[in-house]
């Protein structure tokens, strides 16, 4: 994942003119069509009431402004925070952490019950902003909501049998009792990137609330209404308004500052800036989770549908426009169903439609912001001077808007063109031919990231093996990454440089606690007792230690 802060060039505003209905441009490689426009317009959603009442969630009181990637245009002022701002945020948290963590379980997780119906029901709301904030086509802005909910539901009904004290057996059987609890690490710092603005933020949220913590959470400033948005809602499913706290800023000034006062550190974007993260809290002796970046791989096997793979790549690559961390910008194939896959694939890359409206009907949005463009225009201009192909796309769209560039597919690439092994982290995939499982299974391990993988067989048993060996915290087999990510009961997140800790089920939501062993002897201390010396007790425990092995007590 590229760096938490973007920039977004406010000299692009006015760059791109709301486009009208047609075809897309015919200079590209692929004159990719636009989707259908919608009435709705940005000041239809974000109304200056809107701003101003969200705006209060901030502790902070600086002004800076916020752009849509879909025009490039201001879309709201908020305040900024400066590191006192963060400072007293954090003081409000702690102060108010103690008493919601007094609270029984279950009434925490009523809240995450509530919050769930609310956002089901105020979707569109949500599915507004994140569209407006982040340029991405409604249908993946849906993503965001379905993956949420699911969260919601899941620590809502699953936090007693994560959180619950646990029976352990004591050194003593029968004399030692010893109970295992599960206590609050207090208030959590939550560094958000900008390309999930809802899933990041309040997602990643929900099960530190559900453990007893308060929250500091610090949005990147370009995406900060639907953090801000989705903070009230759980203040309206009954949150105390002060467990969740925000700040806004600029990365370099505010982040600091979050490590600096958190008791645990929960953070999401690049891998430069979380090992700087994790210096930080590692200072303090204070743990931290960091989902970092990923250049993921997708292997089409021998016996591969290839036309559900080819379904499947589209998913999987192009999603947000491909500005997800465990989108797939690699594709092995096996030579034996290359041409065929190949084929099958690109035709439906040219068929997508770009758009930027706030309606279902367009297969893929905008990138977030200037920053991103250029680096998919050069990752690809670089590929192609240094002989790669282009077989789809290639061509930004300014005609769509500021900052469309087409879904795009490569050949030919390698070392030691950029797109090889670099993240793109934009709608960019490479396509190889490789000889056998062995071949794909080694070139999908190289590289330094490990984030997700993605496997398509029509044998079970087959793409298992296969996804044993490959070194990504996630697989998904006949699906690019919506499989393993949307199911929370198992844990997500990276090897190698793509991070530490995990996200999603016991992993998830016991990072945010501290366990605590209480251990209740009755009857007789664990010393010499009824007239033993040293000597005779040593004799009597080295007997207990070989008869509770024989009786294989664990």
């Given at each position: 994942?590229?760096?938490?802060?973007?920039?977004?060039?406010?000299?692009?505003?006015?760059?791109?003119?709301?486009?009208?209905?047609?075809?897309?441009?015919?200079?590209?490689?692929?004159?990719?069509?636009?989707?259908?426009?919608?009435?709705?317009?940005?000041?239809?959603?974000?109304?200056?009431?809107?701003?101003?009442?969200?705006?209060?969630?901030?502790?902070?009181?600086?002004?800076?402004?916020?752009?849509?990637?879909?025009?490039?245009?201001?879309?709201?002022?908020?305040?900024?925070?400066?590191?006192?701002?963060?400072?007293?945020?954090?003081?409000?948290?702690?102060?108010?952490?103690?008493?919601?963590?007094?609270?029984?379980?279950?009434?925490?997780?009523?809240?995450?019950?509530?919050?769930?119906?609310?956002?089901?029901?105020?979707?569109?709301?949500?599915?507004?902003?994140?569209?407006?904030?982040?340029?991405?086509?409604?249908?993946?802005?849906?993503?965001?909501?379905?993956?949420?909910?699911?969260?919601?539901?899941?620590?809502?009904?699953?936090?007693?049998?994560?959180?619950?004290?646990?029976?352990?057996?004591?050194?003593?059987?029968?004399?030692?009792?010893?109970?295992?609890?599960?206590?609050?690490?207090?208030?959590?710092?939550?560094?958000?990137?900008?390309?999930?603005?809802?899933?990041?933020?309040?997602?990643?949220?929900?099960?530190?609330?559900?453990?007893?913590?308060?929250?500091?959470?610090?949005?990147?400033?370009?995406?900060?209404?639907?953090?801000?948005?989705?903070?009230?809602?759980?203040?309206?499913?009954?949150?105390?308004?002060?467990?969740?706290?925000?700040?806004?800023?600029?990365?370099?000034?505010?982040?600091?500052?979050?490590?600096?006062?958190?008791?645990?550190?929960?953070?999401?974007?690049?891998?430069?800036?979380?090992?700087?993260?994790?210096r930080g809290a590692a200072e303090r002796l204070v743990g931290a989770s960091l989902e970092l970046g990923g250049k993921n791989a997708m292997l089409v096997l021998a016996d591969a549908d290839v036309e559900k793979a080819a379904a499947g790549a589209v998913r999987g690559c192009f999603s947000s426009a491909g500005q997800l961390c465990v989108s797939i910008e690699r594709i092995y194939v096996h030579e034996s169903v290359a041409d065929a896959f190949t084929e099958r694939f690109v035709a439906r890359v040219k068929a997508m439609r770009l758009g930027s409206a706030l309606a279902y009907g367009a297969d893929m949005g905008s990138l977030c912001g200037e920053r991103q463009l250029k680096t998919v225009s050069a990752h690809v201009e670089d590929a192609v001077a240094k002989g790669a192909t282009v077989l789809a796309g290639g061509t930004a769209r300014p005609d769509v808007g500021p900052y469309f560039y087409e879904p795009t597919v490569l050949t030919g690439v390698e070392e030691p063109m950029a797109v090889c092994a670099d993240e793109t982290f934009g709608p960019v995939v490479s396509v190889y031919r490789v000889r056998d499982d062995e071949e794909a299974v080694v070139r999908a391990n190289e590289g330094r990231y490990g984030l997700n993988a993605s496997v398509w067989t029509r044998s079970p048993r087959h793409g298992a093996s296969v996804a044993r060996r490959l070194r990504t915290g996630t697989v998904n087999v006949n699906e690019g990454y919506a499989a393993a990510y949307g199911s929370v009961r198992a844990p997500m997140g990276g090897m190698k440089d793509s991070g530490l800790g995990r996200r999603h089920g016991a992993d998830g939501i016991l990072k945010f606690t501290e366990v605590q062993t209480v251990a209740r002897q009755s009857l007789l201390p664990l010393a010499p007792s009824f007239g033993m010396d040293d000597a005779s007790y040593a004799r009597f425990m080295t007997r207990s230690l070989r008869a509770m092995k024989a009786i294989r007590l664990r």
């Open positions: 994942m590229t760096d938490s802060e973007s920039t977004k060039s406010a000299a692009a505003a006015g760059a791109g003119a709301p486009p009208a209905t047609g075809a897309g441009s015919a200079t590209g490689t692929n004159p990719v069509a636009q989707a259908p426009a919608a009435a709705r317009t940005a000041a239809d959603v974000v109304t200056p009431e809107l701003v101003a009442r969200l705006a209060r969630g901030v502790v902070g009181s600086g002004r800076s402004a916020s752009h849509t990637p879909y025009t490039g245009e201001v879309l709201a002022e908020l305040p900024v925070s400066d590191p006192a701002d963060v400072t007293a945020a954090f003081e409000r948290a702690r102060a108010a952490q103690p008493a919601w963590a007094a609270l029984p379980l279950r009434s925490r997780a009523a809240v995450l019950l509530r919050f769930h119906d609310l956002l089901l029901d105020r979707q569109t709301e949500a599915l507004d902003l994140i569209q407006l904030e982040t340029g991405k086509a409604r249908s993946h802005a849906h993503e965001e909501v379905q993956s949420v909910a699911v969260e919601a539901r899941h620590y809502g009904r699953a936090a007693r049998s994560y959180l619950g004290p646990r029976r352990r057996t004591g050194v003593v059987p029968a004399l030692t009792r010893v109970t295992e609890l599960r206590q609050p690490k207090g208030v959590i710092g939550q560094i958000v990137p900008w390309n999930y603005p809802l899933e990041l933020s309040v997602g990643d949220a929900l099960p530190a609330f559900a453990a007893g913590n308060a929250v500091v959470m610090k949005p990147d400033s370009e995406t900060a209404l639907t953090a801000l948005w989705a903070r009230g809602l759980l203040v309206e499913a009954g949150l105390p308004p002060d467990v969740f706290q925000v700040v806004l800023g600029e990365g370099p000034v505010v982040g600091p500052e979050v490590v600096r006062h958190a008791d645990y550190v929960s953070f999401t974007g690049s891998t430069r800036t979380g090992r700087e993260v994790a």
